[in-house]
């Protein structure tokens, strides 16, 4: 799942440069494999499973003022201002908004050229939080 947001990011940066550094995407994927229920998750985007008449989260939002992404956010050199990255982006890890990503554009590219991934040292991430129930 890790692999596939990368790839994703990548494409849409190769794909819509002009874009992708001022705009963004959150995303949630669901895949049922036997008896789990896989969810990934970047942005703000939920899912939710009822079971029995009872609703269970899949997902939990990844903003800048939850506190384990205001911990990486800080650590990578940005700043949670007003709930929000940078005063500005109100979701801590998306596709696209590489202008929150800490490479510059040539480098960008040449990575997503060679299908690296953006890291947890990038103020926006790529890389999905994963719940399995």
Request: charged fraction near 30%.
């Amino acid at each position: 799942m890790t692999e596939f947001f990368k790839e994703i990011d990548h494409k849409f940066l190769r794909e819509q440069q002009e874009f992708s550094f001022r705009c963004g995407s959150t995303c949630i994927v669901v895949l049922i494999v036997g008896d789990r229920i896989i969810c990934a998750n970047i942005g703000d985007s939920r899912a939710l499973l009822s079971r029995a008449g009872k609703c269970f989260e899949l997902s939990i939002d990844m903003k800048p003022n939850r506190e384990d992404e205001k911990i990486r956010i800080e650590a990578a050199g940005g700043e949670v201002e007003l709930d929000r990255l940078m005063g500005k982006l109100a979701v801590s890890r998306a596709f696209g908004d590489f202008q929150f990503k800490q490479i510059s554009q040539s480098h960008l590219i040449q990575k997503a050229n060679k299908m690296e991934g953006c890291s947890y040292g990038d103020l926006v991430s790529n890389i999905p939080e994963i719940r399995t129930i």
